[in-house]
């Protein structure tokens, strides 16, 4: 018997793999990561895209007993807190630009960005744990994601991402993953890592 999801995961992985590489490329995240002011730098471009993106998740979705628990906003605000923000600061980071009006297929296909992200956001934070100290209570809660739950949540993403590729419009959902990684490198790295300068990101262009 063959897997139920297994048709649009695999797509996706397929065709957001250049994107995903690009991101995985350009952020060069051990460099932003490699002290306290560098890392705090990353969380805030990082929130100024979850606080753009979330609200625009809820829109599509209308779905806040499954959205909710996907939330990472909250999380972003704790780690910075931790780093030594207060709220001012933290109001004060820049926003990422609106993202284009998102129907529910295309909420999805981010949300399979931000999802995965929590998958290799494990890695991460083993690292960052063991380069400046810092764990899921104090600092690290971004990258933990779900902790010990990150299995389970993204199996249940998997499913419904499978009824609504099945009920929906999968090209729409591809389209949208790839959107978002661009976005979000464009967005990432037009921060310049600490020391080092900004990362030169080639620029995005999509059409539709």
């Excluded at 969380?43 to 979705?61: N, Q, S, Y």
């Excluded at 609106?98 to 690292?127: C, N």
């Excluded at 990432?188 to 300068?197: I, R, T, W």
Aim: aromatic share 6%.
């Amino acid at each position: 018997m063959s897997d139920r999801h297994g048709d649009i995961l695999e797509r996706l992985r397929a065709e957001t793999r250049a994107a995903h590489d690009a991101i995985e490329r350009d952020l060069a995240w051990e460099s932003r990561v490699a002290t306290r002011d560098g890392y705090g730098a990353l969380l805030g471009r990082f929130r100024g895209f979850h606080a753009v993106i979330e609200p625009a998740l809820a829109d599509a979705l209308d779905d806040e007993a499954f959205l909710t628990p996907r939330r990472r906003l909250a999380h972003l605000d704790a780690d910075l807190h931790a780093l030594g923000y207060d709220a001012a600061a933290i109001d004060a980071l820049p926003l990422a630009p609106p993202v284009a009006p998102l129907d529910r297929a295309g909420a999805f296909g981010a949300l399979y960005v931000l999802e995965g992200s929590t998958l290799g956001g494990q890695v991460i934070a083993k690292h960052i744990g063991r380069q400046l100290g810092l764990t899921a209570e104090n600092g690290c809660r971004y990258y933990a994601g779900h902790g010990r739950d990150t299995g389970t949540m993204w199996k249940a993403f998997r499913l419904r991402l499978d009824d609504e590729a099945r009920n929906g419009d999968a090209d729409t959902i591809v389209a949208a993953a790839i959107r978002t990684f661009d976005v979000l490198r464009c967005w990432l790295c037009d921060a310049p890592v600490p020391g080092k300068g900004r990362v030169p990101v080639a620029k995005v262009s999509h059409r539709g």
